[in-house]
């Protein structure tokens, strides 16, 4: 059974982005796999700054969120965009896991090999889609293989209900779509 993390790339309590993560973590259930769905508040990380990290070495909740990496057999990363590219937040918790914590670590260890999948929801036409663009490359250069299908969900302002749970059963496929693709490759890949 393969191991999912499920890493939202926004902070905040009621973003569309972590009801999509929600989303992924029930399907990836329901494919049979296990969903480890991450709470960013759970993981409060100052700015990455090699000055901080050669004083005191990584943060404790570098540390955790880096050994979810490490257990896992693939990553969703569920991020909206900001101004074109991706979120403060995303790109902090990606350069915080991706240090070495010995000298004898493999450069890059919670990535390579990896598998990913990426979502992303915004109010806006595009879904967020811009901001994948960028998160792939960055992915990509770290040695993360990341599936060719993705969802951008646009409007997503009115697609969940007050509970958080979509409305609209084309989010539910267009996330599964990804899921699917996920787990086959990391399967492939075990």
Do not use: C
Request: net charge neutral.
């Amino acid at each position: 059974m393969s191991t999912i993390l499920i890493l939202p790339g926004s902070g905040r309590r009621d973003s569309v982005n972590r009801k999509l993560a929600a989303v992924a973590a029930d399907l990836v259930t329901e494919a049979g796999a296990t969903a480890v769905l991450i709470d960013p508040a759970d993981f409060s990380l100052p700015l990455f700054d090699q000055d901080l990290e050669a004083a005191d070495g990584l943060p404790a909740a570098a540390k955790a969120l880096k050994q979810k990496f490490l257990a896992a057999d693939a990553v969703i990363f569920v991020s909206p965009e900001y101004n074109s590219s991706v979120t403060p937040l995303m790109k902090n918790f990606i350069d915080w896991v991706s240090r070495a914590e010995s000298d004898d670590e493999a450069p890059l260890a919670a990535y390579r090999g990896k598998v990913a999948g990426l979502l992303a929801a915004s109010p806006g036409a595009l879904g967020g889609l811009r901001g994948l663009v960028h998160l792939r490359s960055i992915l990509g250069n770290i040695g993360v293989l990341v599936v060719p299908k993705q969802f951008a969900l646009g409007g997503a302002y009115g697609k969940f209900d007050e509970s958080g749970k979509t409305v609209d059963p084309s989010v539910r496929e267009g996330v599964k779509s990804v899921v699917a693709e996920v787990l086959a490759v990391a399967s492939k890949l075990k």
